[in-house]
């Protein structure tokens, strides 16, 4: 049961990561491969507020989305210049420059020793100590931001970035400021981003860098890819369906080490496949 | 004692490994227009390739070598004619095609961890026993010679093969315009299998001549790919000689850069680096 | 009154005058045919006035506000009024017909269009002009399915709902059939009808004698000849060298 548990834990987490994701690859068109950035600013945000001056989870939450907000609108104001194959290296570059300062500044991040012991969240005097309420916890963000997402891209708002995504020539000689749209998405998909991140370091209550490389954010994109891009609900579905299929490789037996680069070898065929065959994805509304 | 001797040494030796994969690279973006997030893994073929050839197998050095360079142009050009012709056959976007070479990326790394282990290992024969050259109060190792002596004669060769031979005409025809290409009678999948070969070897090289001078790991890869494709950027992507100027200016870049930093730095500063460029001359030093 | 003026217009590339010190004066409420073979910098122009590419000198006048050297900003020329359509149609081809409606009907300011869910009066205008080019019938497939001609008229039908005082309309006669045709021509009659400018690029002569006001006959970025359609197509300089009779 607590394993059934951990993995629903799991897939919230992710999905929150691919619903956000969703936003700025699928409906605004932009192949971002650094979203593993911001959720590991939300990570380390929690982790050393809560490590380092008790401040209580919800506070570090909001700091943490400030934070990955401030960051992801200076890149923003970077990469909305481009767009294509430009914008997808630049955001990678983006996700190796945050790795290195999670690795490289040890004096505050610890470096490679990560950061033990984070508290679980406490809200109002409810100590999450569970899985199960945990799991409840991540449950609501993940209805939240869904539902922010599902506002977003049925207003007129979503209306334009996906116009952007087809031809942003033409929607800016329309009278939009097509740097604007980028920007404003880029930062929302990037703070529900790290409130992924705040949930995970409470959850595990140790990270280190390992987790917010730039393979991490190659899964999220496979997650989305799967499930579909400028679908929100596929996003979801991505995100079962990779957190699910690499259990299974644990019941053939697999070493622990062996057992995470099949995952990783999965994911890679799976990106291929879905090229090859199925470049919208399960139920995508928007073929790249 | 005058450090400045090394730290240029030091580029020079790094922009040498850059600029091998720069080249193929830009053959490669030359020919299809995408950018291949696999290529960097072509280089950690080649390295595990001579690994086993001659510290598994035993075979001589050399020979293991050259199977090496030609193991690693066999697996870029089978991914050519399994990943990417077929895309190609299907006019699937770039964007297609950048995210099916990032599953490849993603599935070979895999595949070379779980066979090798993430173990750092070092192609050299005897360790500690090279010969050392000094040039004024720098040192040079003599893999290092090596290594720039073999990356300035393959760069010579090239240029004469793409200058001078029917090959290199039909590959300068196929960039220019795989279209007009074709109606002239060029078998331009023909000729992109041949530069997906070449390319992946010269890559496959530099990967080899990495093993022999520090190490080779199955991550080594995605950091090589970026590293080319950032000398790429600066030089004028598609522009074979501008990327090779390119390497050793990010080459100069870096090792300058940790001068007064430390050495972990070093991929932050390319991409610091790279984003500069693609603010200001996102089309590289030589163009308007 | 000139709505539209442009004065010693230059831009070249790599040497080549695409467009020459070119001098327009459009009048407002009028049809103005810009005619030229290919090559002679019809599109330039158009490409220009909607901000698209940067020129090198002169000075364009829209609606009594100056643009100097390359100061056109693609958005700014939709709130003076301009919009157009495209040789190579370009549509939102993976949004639905309708939403490639919608998205040119709603608030243009991030925030403002963040909080602004279906409108109705959006939606009925959309249906409006739908109904008005006849493919409101395909409006929820998405705008690539469409046939050529629906996807032309999809484009102008856009235009249109923009409610703008300039159109420029870059051959929207290619490749339609004859009932289409005749819907495209009587929505550019309508146009000027309503008081409103309409830039006419057209290689259809027949078309350009039957709507428009006045000429501008370009050749290699200059103008060759300029006047109203009589006094154009009577010309024996322009006959020989564009129309070739």
Redesign the interface.
Same mark, same amino acid.
């Given at each position: 049961m607590e394993y059934i548990i951990h993995l629903a834990i799991l897939f919230v987490l992710y999905a929150i990561l691919g619903v956000s994701l969703n936003l700025v690859v699928g409906y605004t068109g932009l192949l971002s491969v650094t979203h593993a950035a911001f959720y590991g600013i939300g990570a380390y945000a929690t982790a050393l507020l809560s490590t380092l001056f008790e401040v209580p989870f919800l506070i570090s939450v909001l700091i943490g989305i400030v934070v990955a907000g401030f960051f992801s609108f200076l890149m923003g104001m970077v990469l909305s210049r481009f767009r294509g194959d430009y914008y997808a290296l630049a955001s990678l570059g983006f996700n190796v420059i945050m790795y290195s300062i999670f690795l490289n500044w040890a004096s505050v991040t610890r470096g490679p020793l990560g950061i033990a012991g984070i508290a679980k969240p406490e809200i109002g005097g409810v100590l999450f100590s569970s899985n199960l309420l945990f799991l409840l916890l991540a449950a609501i963000c993940l209805v939240g931001i869904y539902g922010i997402s599902r506002f977003m891209v049925s207003s007129s708002f979503g209306r334009v970035l996906k116009a952007i995504r087809e031809d942003e020539t033409v929607i800016t000689i329309f009278g939009y400021r097509t740097l604007d749209y980028k920007l404003v998405v880029f930062v929302i998909s990037a703070s529900m981003a790290a409130v992924a991140g705040s949930l995970f370091a409470s959850y595990i209550s140790f990270i280190d860098p390992s987790t917010f490389t730039v393979m991490e954010s190659i899964f999220i994109l496979a997650i989305i890819i799967l499930g579909g891009l400028a679908n929100i609900k596929g996003s979801m579905v991505g995100a079962l369906f990779l957190i699910l299929v690499p259990e299974l490789l644990r019941f053939v037996g697999l070493p622990n080490d062996i057992a995470g680069y099949m995952r990783q070898f999965l994911y890679g065929i799976i990106l291929i496949v879905l090229m090859l065959y199925r470049p919208q994805g399960l139920i995508g509304e928007y073929k790249l | 004692m005058n450090i400045i001797p090394q730290l240029i040494i030091n580029s020079i030796i790094a922009g040498a490994i850059y600029s091998l994969v720069a080249l193929g690279f830009n053959l490669i973006y030359g020919a299809t227009k995408f950018f291949n997030l696999a290529h960097g893994v072509m280089a950690t073929v080649g390295g595990y390739a001579v690994f086993v050839l001659s510290k598994v197998l035993g075979f001589h050095i050399g020979v293991s070598v050259i199977l090496g360079v030609l193991c690693a142009g066999f697996v870029g050009y089978g991914l050519d004619k399994i990943v990417y012709l077929p895309l190609r056959k299907k006019r699937a976007s770039n964007m297609i095609l950048l995210v099916a070479s990032l599953g490849v990326f993603t599935a070979l790394e895999a595949i070379i961890a779980i066979l090798f282990t993430s173990q750092f290992r070092t192609l050299a024969q005897h360790i500690g026993t090279q010969r050392i050259y000094e040039v004024g109060s720098a040192i040079i190792t003599q893999t290092q010679v090596i290594i720039l002596i073999a990356s300035l004669v393959l760069m010579a060769i090239l240029g004469f093969v793409l200058k001078k031979t029917m090959f290199g005409k039909a590959v300068k025809a196929v960039s220019d315009d795989e279209e007009v290409a074709k109606i002239i009678g060029i078998n331009t999948n023909k000729i992109i299998g041949y530069v997906f070969f070449i390319g992946s070897a010269i890559a496959g090289l530099a990967g080899i001549l990495i093993g022999f001078d520090t190490g080779i790991e199955p991550v080594m890869g995605l950091r090589l790919l970026l590293k080319g494709v950032i000398a790429s950027i600066i030089g004028g992507v598609g522009n074979i000689y501008g990327g090779v100027a390119g390497s050793f200016l990010l080459g100069l870049v870096e090792n300058f850069g940790i001068w007064k930093i430390s050495a972990e730095w070093k991929d932050a500063i390319a991409f610091v680096v790279l984003i500069i460029f693609l603010l200001f001359r996102p089309k590289g030093i030589f163009q308007k | 009154m000139a709505i539209l003026k442009t004065n010693k217009l230059t831009k070249h590339f790599e040497g080549v005058h695409a467009v020459d010190g070119l001098s327009l004066n459009i009048e407002k409420a009028t049809i103005v045919a810009i005619v030229g073979p290919n090559g002679s910098g019809k599109t330039t122009l158009v490409n220009i006035l909607?901000?698209?590419i940067p020129y090198d000198s002169g000075t364009v006048i829209v609606s009594d506000t100056t643009h100097r050297l390359k100061k056109i900003k693609?958005?700014t020329?939709?709130?003076y009024g301009l919009?157009?359509t495209?040789q190579e149609v370009?549509?939102?081809?993976?949004?639905s017909v309708r939403?490639n409606i919608?998205?040119?009907l *709603?608030?243009?300011k991030?925030i403002q269009?963040?909080?602004?869910?279906?409108k109705s009066d959006y939606t009925k205008a959309a249906n409006k002009i739908l109904q008005k080019v006849g493919i409101w019938e395909k409006r929820n497939e998405l705008a690539k399915n469409l046939s050529y001609g629906q996807r032309k008229l999809l484009e102008i039908a856009r235009a249109l709902v *923009?409610q703008a005082e300039i159109f420029l309309f870059d051959e929207p006669f290619a490749g339609l059939f004859p009932e289409m045709r005749k819907m495209v021509s009587h929505i550019v009659a309508g146009l000027k009808r309503k008081g409103k400018t309409v830039i006419l690029i057209e290689h259809d002569m027949d078309v350009v004698r039957e709507l428009s006001d006045y000429i501008y006959v370009m050749d290699s970025g200059r103008l060759l000849a300029t006047g109203t359609p009589r006094e154009v197509l009577s010309n024996k300089e322009v006959r020989e060298a564009y129309l070739g009779t």
């Open positions: - | - | 909607t901000g698209m693609p958005y020329m939709y709130s919009t157009r495209f370009r549509l939102f081809d993976q949004m939403d919608l998205v040119v *709603t608030k243009r991030v269009s963040f909080f602004e869910t279906q *923009t």
